[in-house]
């Protein structure tokens, strides 16, 4: 039972990595939007596994609205604001591909050094995962840091929200809910607000 | 009785912000009403304040809102520092000139600003706390641009987006203290609030606690204006509205460190002070040396108050890390702080709306055209200089004390050193304003001459009083309700 | 009260003799360069004729120019008092010492130069700014000389050091007391304004400092200055002389005693009178800007003086 | 009784500050708040003097003023209230004095404010000698550094006044943050209280006891003006009202040495000899370097700032003596050092502030203030000139005035030095002898210089010419310390034997003392009897009037002065200021660094014909280039590196935050 569920926990986590990964690989932006939307989906798809196994009946509903939020409602607007910024779309990363990857890398690595000391400490059958998620929250980090299209540093924000998510669920089968909607309140309104911001902005700064 | 102080405090800034949206005809009877109700939730946090500075019990209210002595200190700065903010925003001015909408949209913005604050140090569950604290990033970005300029929408970008990405590694390190504390076996429903994490405190394991603290101090420090993550704290102050600026450079960094001060009280618990004390002197020594060194090159007196705040930050961390003394002292700076650097930044706007140019060489002649202005500005760079008989004086010397008593000689001669860095710096763009010829001002027109005692000169004049009063005599329930939020930080 | 008649009669002494010093040097000068050269006496003629001519005072002048001639007389006469000339009775220590004498004539000075400068002119300006100048550098030359002396008598007041000289002859042997002797003199020189430094005898302006100072007086006021400068140097010369050869100055109250310590008094200011008539027949007056070198030679004598007494102690 | 009269002395210079403020007239508050100073300097100065008499200390506690730091505690002690007569004796005058000096700002803000801030000032000034514990001290010092910047940039029109604060504010401030350190160390982990400090001064390691007196000498030095740290006393004097810079002079830079006196002398236990050593020479340096230029300085004002450092110089030297023998305990020299430097110390405040005083009536009266455009002036200004004549014979030391006296004591001093310590340390105390020597000269010419240029001969500009006498008030106000001049000059054991008392009470005995007219102390061979000499001078000068009464035979003749016959006699043939001091500037070339500009200008013509050649000779101030300019150039490009930080770019920024976590993980790796 535990097996099957730490392997499930597993490979939604690294399915998340991977996708952000290809953000870095990627150089479009409507790319990263679709990886964005298939990551929230992966991340509900894991909130649905630790629901069923850990017999956390809200997390059922953490799920659903992971599902509903950031699956669809974000990738939407994000899509609108991505037409109204043509000039975006042929901006080239500030560190090439192949740097990219290979940090991303090493991001990995030093993500698992990091999360040895809560790995021991943890008995739930997710821990496995923790590593992964403390790296989706470093190559998110990283992301943001190095893209230069506005919407792309937008999603590498909301992959870093989604790693720390990933990380609440692997360590401790979520936050309570409270905290949980709040968060969730946050980040639409964070988006909302950068979505009224940037067209006023005009093009990046070269810098 | 605790319940009605509480709604007394949190509800006045969200009724103000509900009236503020509704009343899209008449935005000056929602200035009026704005002006009305901040008082009510100041004088809230006032009885509040007396009440715990009498050595009464936090108050508690179900398990989300709990006010002990130093959330009732930061709830007091917030809501004085938000009311002097509602009576000199715009809309009340005789001359008007400033548009309806711009005015409907400050005082919507402004008061959920106030009240997220006001959310944040009130509540008991460190979660909450984070949300309302990321709530702020998200209300003020939206009123930095209220001019629509290029700069100022650049400026509200790099806030939102930097402070964002702070608060979500704060966020990464609140799950990770929860983890920690998951793993302990307690209940996971009360898991975020700060009485259970605080008991459960000795059980957590040293390691996490530890990588939990560092997430924690580099998220809220991004907040609080710490060094190396203060970048965005120059632009945004610079370009947002003099009031907004006031309250934010005032009371919102005072805000983050206060949750950086409610996290050190659990992980020093649970790891022994050593740890966090010297992460906060590193960063704290870091922001005073950047704050102080950069304060003498600048040319636009706002930005010199943006980083005169960075300095002011760095030596309340600082102060948190030297002993129970060095956090009496913190706090006191960061109230007189609040106070000093908020008027400064109320009376920067007087000087733009006279002068119409930020520039610090533009302005001269300050005592000669509004000498009320101009003395006054003179009184809280003074105060924010150190000087008696303001409070940041005795906060100072409290903290070259506690540095000396827990033996960190180097951090006292370079925090001395800095302390004089930027006095020097403060005098001399305080003289290049204040004295010489009344020039002309951007457009070429003379400035205005001559200044009418006025209601918004009476109000920016209590806080200089207040400090001065507290400077000297530090009145005893202040001094209570010092003690007891030390106590609380460093028992 | 006896003490007071002993000082009153020195003090009367040096002033009558003061003139009869000044004639003897021009007298003795003139004669070695050949010249018949006026009598011992004649300054004393000058001084009644001068005292009963009329004065012409500058109209730029203000009361300052009425009050120099008095203060700088006065000043000169209390330091004639301070000086023991042929008894050691130490009249003169219950005033002041070395130091209070030195200070007395810089008083003197000052008010010379303040007086030079009243009329306005350039050569009261430049006189009294060069007087100054060498009185200022003089002063820490005295000082070291004064301070060699004192560390030997062991204290600063010219009639005790005289008397312990008197005493104790050893003290002289040792080579502080001749360096201090020399540095004495050098600075003596420089003081009363003598030849190296500036030259009493000429009006030319490019050489006069004293003169040029009082160049705007007449009459009884510029008699008194004359007779000022005439006792400046010859209470300075009788300090040479008592401080460094006490020997021969009478220790009681006796006639004989007294009479005996006049002679001998006299005799050795003559002996200097005639060492610096020679001196200035033989040298010729120094550019003002080397003269502050004649006052470094004298200074490092008067400060090998003084540390060779340390050695001795 | 010394209670009252300190609640009587701060309420007057409360009332002062409130008149100043509130009052409706313009004219009325300026009266009445300088009229309360006046009240609260007398007050000041009845508890100076009853305090000295009657030798029972008095102290005042409070903890509801600056608890945090300790509270405020008072204590009357013969140190203190020697320092607050001091301040009573040159506030006195000074506020007097500014009744007719500042009439023409009557109504306006800037006078009010002036004369709440005067109030305010003598306030602070009055606190520090008696502030018993260092919250108390730092407070009062502060709020007397605040006024007095505050004073200085206070008259717009003076062109140099806000450099000249901020040069003033940041010294002083620099000050203020080596003296927190200083207590903050001498307290260890004890209360920040002096008797505390005074207990536990013995415990301290020499490291931390060197440091401490390192930074007291650096707090205390740069208030008084020792030679590094004295560039700013001449240039907040001359942009300071006159009144305020007599203060500053006569009472405000003494507090730098009653700090001193307070820290090293009260709280520390006997230092190493090297301290006093190192103490004696920069006594000298700073004299030296004060005099020097204050012979070559051409600003009337400047000229007296220069000299006040000169004369810090020469108590420093006192001071300086008296810890090198307390280091060799021989107790009597070490009271005699201390005793001679608090006497210049109340000898320099008198004169000083009288000559401020009167150098305030010259720049009021001849609307001028560089010493190449007055001239003439004592026939214009009488009563002015005469004062200034009295406070110019005692800058320069001659009997019958009170500078000779503490200059005679401090050679008598370093005489006795020399031959009662070992031969080793006896080769320094000449060579100190022949510096002050040398100073007290130098110090007669620059007095010459200042009195002869400023009041004697031809006026050189119309302002000179028609200057108008100073008003009544000011010359009052000039006339009591011109007394206080004569009287300590006539009769000095009037404040020796006060001094003996101070000096005891700091735990240096000096056994009894005569108390005649004549000034013999112990260990001292000779004897000085001022008014014996004043009365041998006096008798003098009346014989040769008289004689020269009996004598003058014809009329006295008014006529012109003898000019090589040219006919008019215009002021360009006087000697100016900066030629009086050329031969100086020849000898000390070295010292000087004197720089000469000579432009020629030719006519367009041909090269041949010269219109007019100008010169313009500076003295290089090479003792700020040397130390000052490198650490304002070393400021200004750090923080210009520290701003281009600030590129713009947000990946920059954002690249911070990730790095920010590294380092700190990295640090708490490395810390377990």
């Known amino acids: ?167 609440a669920l692997l360590g401790a089968y979520g936050v309570p809910l409270v905290v949980e909607l709040g968060v969730f309140l946050d980040v639409l309104l964070g988006v909302l607000v950068m979505q009224a911001l940037v067209p006023g902005m005009g093009e990046p700064s070269a810098g | 009785m605790d319940s009605i102080l509480l709604i007394a405090l949190l509800a006045p800034p969200m009724f103000a912000a509900a009236v503020a949206i509704l009343a899209r005809r008449a935005p000056v009877g929602a200035v009026w009403f704005d002006a009305a109700a901040m008082p009510v939730s100041a004088g809230a946090a006032a009885a509040i304040a007396l009440r715990l500075a009498a050595g009464g019990a936090p108050l508690v209210i179900g398990t989300a809102w709990r006010l002990d002595a130093l959330s009732a200190l930061l709830a007091l700065l917030v809501s004085v520092v938000a009311t002097l903010a509602a009576w000199l925003g715009p809309g009340l001015e005789r001359r008007g000139g400033v548009p309806g909408t711009e005015i409907r949209h400050f005082r919507i913005y402004a008061n959920l600003f106030a009240s997220t604050m006001l959310m944040a140090v009130s509540t008991s569950n460190l979660g909450v706390m984070w949300v309302a604290i990321e709530a702020t990033t998200v209300t003020s970005a939206l009123l930095i641009p209220l001019r629509r300029t290029k700069p100022a929408l650049d400026a509200s970008w790099k806030y939102l987006l930097i402070c964002s990405v702070g608060i979500a590694l704060a966020f990464a390190g609140t799950v990770l203290a929860f ?102 002197l590193v960063v704290g020594m870091a922001t005073v040396v950047v704050g102080s060194v950069s304060l003498l090159s600048q040319t636009y007196y706002k930005r010199m108050l943006a980083y005169s705040s960075i300095e002011h930050m760095g030596l309340a961390c600082v102060g948190l890390a030297l002993g129970p003394l060095g956090v009496f002292a913190a706090l006191l700076h960061l109230t007189g702080h609040a106070l000093a650097k908020s008027t400064a930044f109320l009376l920067s706007g007087r000087v733009y709306a006279r002068y119409r140019s930020g520039k610090i060489g533009a302005v001269s002649g300050l005592l000669d055209t509004a000498p009320a202005t101009g003395v006054l500005f003179a009184a809280t760079l003074f105060a924010l200089a150190g000087l008696p008989p303001f409070s940041l004086f005795l906060s100072e010397i409290l903290i070259v004390q506690a540095a000396w008593r827990t033996a960190h000689g180097v951090v006292t001669a370079l925090v001395l050193v800095l302390i004089l860095l930027a006095f020097a710096s403060l005098v001399t763009h305080l003289q290049r304003m204040l004295f010489g010829k009344a020039g002309r001002d951007e457009a070429g027109r003379d400035v205005l001459r001559g200044e009418r005692a006025s209601v918004p000169l009476g109000i920016l004049a209590l806080p200089v009083v207040l400090l001065a009063w507290i400077g000297v005599m530090l009145p005893a ?8 939020a030390a106590e609380v930080v460093r028992p | 009260m006896t003490t007071v008649v002993l000082a009153a009669a020195e003090l009367l002494f040096l002033a009558i003799l003061a003139p009869a010093v000044v004639g003897y040097v021009r007298w003795l000068k003139a004669r070695l360069q050949s010249r018949r050269g006026a009598d011992l006496f004649q300054p004393y003629r000058e001084f009644r004729k001068t005292f009963a001519k009329g004065m012409v005072i500058a109209d730029t002048a203000s009361w300052l120019f009425h009050l120099a001639p008095y203060v700088v007389v006065a000043s000169t006469v209390a330091a004639a008092v301070l000086v023991p000339v042929f008894s050691a009775s130490q009249a003169g220590d219950q005033f002041g010492d070395l130091f209070a004498l030195m200070a007395l004539l810089i008083l003197g000075t000052m008010f010379l130069a303040l007086g030079g400068l009243d009329p306005g002119t350039a050569f009261g300006g430049m006189g009294s700014s060069r007087e100054m100048t060498v009185a200022a550098l003089t002063e820490p030359t005295l000082a070291i000389a004064v301070l060699a002396l004192a560390l030997t008598a062991g204290s600063s007041s010219l009639g005790v050091i005289t008397g312990t000289l008197l005493t104790t002859p050893a003290n002289a042997i040792g080579p502080g007391h001749a360096l201090a002797f020399a540095a004495f003199l050098i600075a003596m020189l420089a003081e009363t304004g003598r030849l190296p430094v500036d030259n009493p005898a000429t009006h030319l302006e490019l050489t006069m400092i004293h003169e040029a100072m009082i160049l ?98 | ?102 009439r023409e700002l009557d109504g306006r803000l800037r006078g009010r404010a002036v004369h709440a801030l005067f109030n305010v000032f003598l306030a602070g000034m009055c606190l520090v000698p008696l502030a018993d514990n260092a919250a108390t001290f730092l407070f009062a010092w502060e709020v007397m550094a605040l006024s007095s910047y505050l004073l200085v940039v206070s008259d717009p029109e003076q062109e140099g006044a806000a450099a000249a604060g901020l040069w003033y504010a940041v010294m002083t401030h620099a000050g203020f943050l080596a003296l927190l350190a200083a207590f903050v160390m001498l307290a260890q982990n004890g209360p920040l209280e002096f008797p505390a400090m005074r207990a536990a001064a013995g415990t301290l390691t020499p490291a931390a006891q060197s440091t401490s007196v390192l930074l007291t000498l650096a707090a205390f030095g740069s208030k008084a003006g020792l030679v590094p740290l004295h560039v700013w006393l001449p240039r907040a004097h001359p942009a300071a009202p006159s009144h305020v810079s007599a203060l500053m002079s006569g009472a405000m830079v003494k507090l730098g040495v009653y700090g001193t006196i307070r820290v090293l002398f009260d709280l520390m236990p006997p230092l190493s000899p090297w301290w006093g050593g190192a103490v004696l020479a920069l006594g000298v340096v700073t004299a030296l370097t004060g005099v020097l230029y204050s012979v070559a300085e051409t600003h009337i004002k400047r000229v007296l700032a220069y000299s006040t450092v000169e004369n810090i110089g020469l108590i420093f030297v006192g001071l300086g003596f008296a810890l090198l023998m307390r280091a060799y305990d021989s107790g009597v020299l070490a009271a005699m050092g201390l005793v001679v430097a608090l006497l210049h110390t109340l000898n320099h405040a ?78 320094m105390l000449p060579l100190a002898l022949a510096a002050v020597a040398l100073v007290a000269g130098l110090a007669a010419v620059s007095a010459v210089r200042f009195f002869g240029i400023a009041f004697l001969a031809l006026p050189r500009t119309d302002g000179a010419r028609d200057a108008h006498e100073a008003p009544l008030t000011m010359r009052a106000a000039m006339a009591m310390p011109a007394l206080a001049c004569v009287v300590l000059g006539l009769v000095p054991t009037l404040a020796v034997t ?46 040769a009037v008289l004689g020269t009464r009996a004598a003058r035979g014809r009329q006295v003749r008014i006529d012109a002065a003898w000019n090589c016959g040219r006919i008019a006699q215009s002021p360009r043939s006087e000697y100016t200021a900066a030629a009086f001091a050329e031969p100086l500037k020849r000898v000390f070339t070295g010292f000087y660094r004197p720089t000469h500009e000579v432009t020629v200008e030719v006519h367009p013509v041909s090269p041949y014909f010269v219109r007019a050649i100008t010169l313009r000779a500076d003295l290089a101030p090479w003792m ?33 935050l990730p790095a920010a976590l590294l380092v700190l993980l990295l640090l708490g790796r490395w810390i377990r």
């Open chain 4, 1 to 102: 009784m010394i209670g009252t009269a300190l609640a009587s002395a701060m309420a007057a210079f409360a009332a002062g500050a409130v008149f100043a403020l509130a009052w409706p007239s313009g004219a009325g508050a300026r009266r009445l708040s300088l009229a309360s100073a006046f009240a609260g300097c007398v007050a000041a100065l009845v508890l100076g003097v009853d305090m000295l008499d009657s030798g029972i200390s008095w102290t005042w506690q409070s903890q509801a003023v600056l608890q945090p730091l300790g509270g405020v505690s008072l204590r009357v002690d013969p140190l203190g209230a020697f320092f607050v007569a001091i301040v009573a004796l040159t506030g006195a005058p000074a506020s007097l004095y500014a009744l007719g000096y500042l």
């Open chain 4, 350 to 427: 008198v004169f000083k502030s009288l000559l401020f005083l009167a150098a305030g009536a010259v720049v009021h009266g001849a609307r001028a203030s560089s010493l190449e455009a007055l001239g003439g002036l004592i026939k214009r200004m009488p009563h002015t000139a005469a004062l200034c004549l009295i406070g110019v014979l005692a800058l320069a030391a001659v009997p019958p005035l009170n500078g000779f006296t503490s200059e005679w004591l401090t050679f008598q001093l370093l005489l006795a030095g020399a031959r009662y310590t070992a031969p080793s340390l006896a080769i």
């Open chain 3, 216 to 313: 705007e007086y007449s009459g009884p006021y510029l008699a008194l200055l004359e007779w000022a400068a005439a006792l400046k140097l010859t209470l300075l010369l009788t300090l040479a002389a008592n401080l460094f050869v006490p020997w021969g100055m009478a220790t009681s109250v006796g006639a004989a005693a007294l009479a005996f310590g006049l002679v001998v008094v006299v005799a050795k200011i003559a002996v200097l009178a005639t060492l610096l008539a020679l001196l200035e027949t033989r040298v010729a007056k120094l550019r003002l800007f080397r003269v502050p070198e004649l006052l470094a030679v004298s200074f490092t004598l008067a400060l090998l003086a003084a540390t060779s007494s340390f050695f001795t102690r």
């Open chain 2, 179 to 280: 983890v920690d504390y998951a793993t302990t076996g307690g209940d996971l429903e009360l898991a975020l609030n700060w009485t259970t994490l605080r008991t459960a405190a000795p059980s957590l394991h040293p390691e996490v606690a530890q990588l939990a603290f560092v997430f924690l101090l580099v998220g809220f420090g991004t907040k609080a204006g710490l060094a190396p993550t203060h970048t965005w704290l120059p632009d945004a102050h610079s370009e947002a509205p003099a009031q907004l600026s006031a309250v934010m450079s005032g009371v919102l960094l005072a805000v983050a460190l206060y949750a950086v001060a409610r996290w050190k009280a659990i992980i020093d618990l649970a790891i022994g002070p050593a740890f966090t004390d010297t992460m906060l």
């Open chain 4, 498 to 543: 006060q001094l003996t008392a101070v000096v005891s009470d700091l735990g240096l005995p000096m056994g009894q003392l005569d108390t005649g007219l004549a000034l013999s102390l112990p260990l001292i061979g000779s004897r000085l009897w001022p008014i014996a000499i004043a009365a041998l001078m006096a008798a003098a000068a009346i014989a």
């Open chain 2, 477 to 484: 329930p202040l001094r209570m309700l010092l003690t007891y």
């Open chain 4, 624 to 656: 700020e280039q040397a130390i000052y300019a490198p650490v304002v150039r070393a400021a200004q490009r750090l923080s210009a590196q520290a701003s281009r930080l600030h590129t713009g770019s947000i990946h920059l920024y954002l690249a911070l």
């Open chain 1, 1 to 167: 039972m535990d097996a099957t569920f730490s392997l499930l926990t597993m490979t939604g986590a690294s399915a998340m990595l991977l996708l952000a990964l290809a953000v870095l690989w990627r150089h479009h932006v409507p790319a990263y939007i679709t990886a964005f939307r298939m990551q929230s989906v992966a991340l509900a798809f894991v909130g649905a596994v630790v629901a069923w196994f850990g017999d956390v009946s809200e997390l059922f509903l953490v799920a659903a609205l992971i599902l509903a939020l950031k699956g669809w409602i974000v990738p939407r607007i994000l899509a609108r604001m991505e037409a109204r910024r043509p000039g975006d779309r042929g901006l080239h990363p500030l560190v090439n591909t192949e740097m990219s990857l290979l940090l991303s890398g090493g991001l990995a690595v030093a993500a698992y050094e990091i999360s040895r000391p809560v790995a021991e400490v943890i008995s739930l059958p997710t821990r496995g995962g923790l590593p992964l998620a403390l790296a989706l929250i470093l190559v998110s980090l990283f992301i943001v840091v190095s893209r230069r299209q506005v919407i792309a540093q937008i999603v590498g924000f909301l992959m870093l929200e989604n790693g720390i998510a990933l990380l």
